[in-house]
């Protein structure tokens, strides 16, 4: 097919002038150049077979552990590469522009590791962390439930101390890696709701050690099975219930009760960031297939690339991929200045998914017919860039954040 052909030609290829980062290091760009060949060479080719079947890239998932990406923020003292958030950020939109799934895979890891990272006591960082870089652990992180998603102070989930033990009791939703995943972070209330008392102020982040797999995979501890879904395939989404699951004092993230609503949010700050990321990867490749198929396909004696109507949607498309591109480089730079970055962050995340979303559709709509068919890697594409519109926060509570951050940043009156 010819535009099979097109997109072939964009792959093994450093050609792109869009989303350029000025400013790297040497070991940045070669982080980048060897995960950029293992998607063009390991993901791209099988990304729309495996999707299309759901079914976890085993292979693929092997390949980053060996590359050590499940490591790539961890601290070299504890067996990782020690690498800053943008470094990061710019291989999860490299692995996203071959296939978003597997970028999921990677981001709860990644989130439960930068926990641990930043808020886990020294035992259990020397436990967890060495295992985690090497991708022996597995990590996975629980915040929704069934009635509520980002309502986060809303939850219901109960962890009671009982001697040395909490016994947690509840039903959680949404849990990308919730089978594969061998370290959980599980948000629960640990304190009773007080006049005076913010919701969130009585919340513990718990440790959860589990074995892979669906069914009961630990005493007191259910993953029911994986959820369907129109998009985000190959990786599995999952509930997660909890009834008398008793979980170690020690396994409390940090070794103090009631701070895990701060140790979430942190967590998921970051997490944006990647979100923004995965956008940005989502909506380069659907570029990619856009301009080449336009090039391919002939109406009215020429190219459909030369007639305006679809300049028009090349440039549109060309310049949302670098604007999203641009604010996530500064989100994720932010961070890593040890600057607060939620106000950055909230937009990366919100333009990169609404661009993301409009880019799949431009392209789309460019392959006209041939888009729908699933023959082709744009209908993958165009089932999978909703899942960014809520993801991490939906744009609705991202818009929420970015105006009451910009208010307090912008205030006039007391």
Same mark, same amino acid.
């Given at each position: 097919?010819?535009?099979?052909?097109?997109? !072939?030609?964009?792959?093994?290829?450093?050609?792109?002038?869009?989303?350029?980062?000025?400013?790297? =290091?040497?070991?940045?760009?070669? /982080?980048?150049?060897?995960?950029?060949? *293992?998607?063009?060479?390991?993901?791209?080719?099988?990304?729309?077979?495996?999707?299309?079947?759901?079914?976890?890239?085993? &292979? /693929?998932?092997?390949?980053?552990?060996?590359?050590?990406?499940?490591?790539?923020?961890?601290?070299?003292?504890?067996?990782?590469?020690?690498?800053?958030?943008? =470094? $990061?950020?710019?291989?999860?939109?490299?692995?996203?522009?071959?296939?978003?799934?597997?970028?999921?895979? /990677?981001? =709860?890891?990644?989130?439960?590791?930068?926990?641990?990272?930043?808020?886990?006591?020294?035992?259990?960082?020397? $436990?967890?962390?060495?295992?985690?870089?090497?991708?022996?652990? !597995?990590?996975? *992180?629980?915040?929704?439930?069934?009635?509520?998603?980002?309502?986060?102070?809303?939850?219901?989930?109960?962890?009671?101390?009982?001697?040395?033990?909490?016994?947690?009791?509840?039903?959680?939703?949404?849990?990308?890696?919730?089978?594969?995943?061998?370290?959980?972070?599980?948000?629960?209330?640990?304190?009773?709701?007080?006049? @005076?008392?913010?919701?969130?102020?009585?919340? =513990?982040?718990?440790?959860?050690?589990?074995?892979?797999? *669906?069914?009961?995979?630990?005493?007191?501890?259910?993953?029911?099975?994986?959820?369907?879904? +129109?998009? $985000?395939?190959?990786?599995?989404?999952?509930?997660?219930?909890?009834?008398?699951? !008793?979980?170690?004092?020690?396994?409390?993230?940090?070794?103090? %009760?009631?701070?895990? #609503? $701060?140790?979430?949010?942190?967590?998921?700050?970051?997490?944006?960031?990647?979100?923004?990321?995965?956008?940005?990867?989502?909506?380069?490749?659907? *570029?990619?297939?856009?301009?080449?198929?336009?090039?391919?396909?002939?109406? #009215?004696?020429? %190219?459909?690339?030369?007639?305006?109507?679809?300049? #028009?949607?090349?440039?549109? +498309?060309?310049?949302?991929?670098?604007?999203?591109? &641009?604010?996530?480089?500064?989100?994720?730079?932010?961070?890593?200045? @040890? &600057?607060?970055?939620?106000?950055?962050?909230?937009?990366?995340?919100?333009?990169?998914?609404?661009?993301?979303?409009?880019?799949?559709?431009?392209?789309?709509?460019?392959?006209?017919?041939?888009?729908?068919?699933?023959?082709?890697?744009?209908? !993958?594409?165009?089932?999978?860039?909703? +899942?960014?519109?809520?993801?991490?926060?939906?744009?609705?509570?991202?818009?929420?954040?970015?105006?009451?951050?910009?208010?307090?940043?912008?205030?006039?009156?007391?």
């Amino acid at each position: 097919m010819a535009s099979s052909r097109a997109a !072939r030609s964009w792959e093994g290829s450093d050609m792109s002038r869009l989303a350029q980062t000025e400013g790297l =290091t040497d070991i940045q760009r070669e /982080i980048l150049s060897t995960v950029r060949d *293992f998607v063009d060479k390991e993901i791209l080719p099988v990304a729309t077979e495996l999707e299309h079947r759901d079914e976890y890239p085993t &292979a /693929i998932v092997e390949g980053l552990k060996e590359l050590g990406v499940f490591g790539l923020m961890i601290p070299e003292e504890y067996g990782g590469l020690g690498e800053s958030l943008l =470094t $990061y950020a710019l291989c999860v939109e490299e692995i996203a522009r071959g296939w978003m799934s597997v970028s999921g895979i /990677i981001n =709860t890891h990644f989130i439960v590791a930068y926990m641990l990272k930043q808020h886990g006591t020294e035992e259990q960082k020397e $436990y967890f962390l060495p295992k985690m870089a090497l991708g022996e652990i !597995r990590g996975a *992180f629980s915040m929704s439930e069934p009635g509520l998603g980002s309502d986060v102070s809303a939850i219901t989930s109960k962890a009671a101390r009982d001697g040395d033990e909490y016994v947690l009791n509840g039903q959680k939703m949404w849990l990308t890696n919730g089978g594969t995943a061998t370290l959980v972070a599980v948000l629960c209330r640990t304190g009773e709701a007080q006049e @005076g008392v913010a919701p969130h102020k009585a919340m =513990t982040t718990f440790l959860v050690e589990k074995e892979p797999g *669906f069914g009961e995979v630990r005493p007191g501890l259910t993953i029911p099975g994986k959820i369907e879904k +129109m998009g $985000y395939k190959g990786v599995d989404t999952t509930e997660l219930i909890m009834d008398g699951l !008793r979980i170690p004092a020690d396994r409390v993230l940090g070794g103090t %009760p009631n701070r895990g #609503f $701060y140790q979430m949010m942190d967590g998921v700050e970051v997490g944006r960031v990647n979100v923004a990321a995965r956008g940005c990867g989502v909506a380069r490749r659907a *570029f990619e297939l856009g301009v080449a198929y336009a090039q391919q396909r002939h109406t #009215f004696g020429k %190219p459909i690339a030369q007639h305006q109507a679809i300049q #028009f949607k090349l440039a549109e +498309m060309g310049t949302k991929v670098e604007a999203a591109h &641009a604010m996530m480089v500064n989100a994720a730079r932010k961070k890593d200045s @040890g &600057a607060r970055n939620d106000l950055e962050a909230g937009m990366a995340k919100y333009l990169a998914s609404e661009y993301c979303k409009e880019v799949v559709e431009d392209a789309f709509r460019i392959h006209g017919g041939y888009g729908f068919s699933k023959e082709y890697e744009i209908e !993958r594409l165009y089932r999978e860039a909703p +899942m960014l519109l809520i993801g991490e926060g939906t744009a609705e509570i991202q818009k929420m954040i970015i105006g009451r951050r910009l208010l307090e940043e912008y205030r006039t009156q007391d």
